[in-house]
């Protein structure tokens, strides 16, 4: 028990200094995507900024507009970063010994109850924004979760195991990006929805919806929301790496290769924002209806049939 939860909080701790940086790396990156410097007035090179940017948000008096519903509206946000860091304990922690090989079947679990921090979190405020945002953001969430669902079955079939561990010890001899191309480039989009990163950020359309589901909060409310955001960027991207390119093993060194494939992995969220514009709504909910579903069937039952005939 004791291993389990010192295990589970190195784990937090971990996520927690990436998003704090990952941040960094977005603001830099965007900056030089768009010509111009990102933040570099804080330190050397701006690096202690996501420090300065804690402290600052942290520091805020804690608004409670006045129709809001105070308790919701103040326990979404933490609810919503407890969700987003319970996913890190999937991930190379001694907790995955008590679970009998159905990791994956806790991340379905607990990524789709994140669903319902964000639609509190609009419902509650209140307001017509926060609530027109989290709307958008549940039919987002749910639509594309069928999907995900799906393209993580595919990968399971093929290893006849639903433990992440199994699933990357599997790829020793053949990674599944080579087997499964288009259901990786799939799994990607179907990510980049998921967390409502631009070009699907209709849950924070600032063009229409001011600042969308999050515009009652400020100071620790809007840090919380946007750390959980972060933090499910990161855990996608090392989910990406472990389901189809390898995991632990694309490298003889245990920790540098992994670091390097999910930090490319992240920065492609980063280049999607700096490159699309937002999409528009309907096409959103069409391009997973009308074309991922019935793709995403066509190529899962042929792998069902091909390990079917394999064995």
């Excluded at 199994?166 to 990607?188: D, E, G, H, P, S």
């Excluded at 514009?277 to 190529?299: H, T």
Aim: hydrophobic fraction near 55%.
């Amino acid at each position: 028990m004791l291993v389990e939860l010192l295990s589970s909080v190195i784990s937090f701790i971990c996520a927690l200094l990436a998003v704090a940086f990952f941040t960094l790396l977005e603001r830099k990156g965007l900056g030089y995507f768009q010509l111009r410097k990102g933040p570099n007035k804080v330190g050397l090179m701006g690096l202690p900024q996501p420090l300065a940017d804690a402290v600052k948000l942290f520091s805020k008096e804690l608004v409670k507009p006045t129709l809001v519903n105070v308790f919701p509206f103040l326990i979404c946000p933490f609810m919503s970063l407890f969700l987003a860091l319970t996913l890190w304990i999937i991930y190379n922690n001694y907790f995955l010994c008590s679970m009998g090989g159905l990791s994956m079947l806790l991340f379905l679990c607990v990524s789709s109850l994140g669903v319902y921090s964000v639609m509190g979190a609009g419902w509650f405020s209140n307001s017509k924004y926060a609530l027109l945002g989290s709307v958008r953001a549940v039919a987002q969430s749910i639509s594309y979760e069928v999907s995900m669902s799906l393209i993580l079955l595919s990968c399971l079939i093929l290893v006849g195991s639903m433990s992440l561990s199994m699933v990357m010890k599997y790829q020793v001899y053949v990674w599944i990006f080579f087997v499964n191309l288009l259901m990786l480039m799939m799994w990607f989009v179907s990510c980049v929805a998921e967390t409502h990163r631009a070009p699907f950020d209709f849950a924070e359309g600032e063009s229409e919806l001011v600042s969308g589901f999050n515009i009652e909060y400020g100071g620790v409310g809007f840090a919380v929301l946007f750390m959980a955001e972060y933090g499910n960027i990161l855990f996608m991207s090392v989910l990406v790496v472990s389901l189809f390119l390898g995991g632990v093993l694309l490298s003889g060194v245990y920790g540098m290769g992994l670091c390097v494939m999910v930090s490319l992995v992240a920065w492609l969220f980063i280049w999607v924002r700096a490159s699309y514009p937002r999409y528009r709504y309907d096409l959103l909910m069409y391009l997973i209806w009308k074309s991922y579903l019935p793709s995403v069937l066509s190529i899962l039952m042929f792998l069902v049939t091909f390990v079917y005939l394999m064995n």
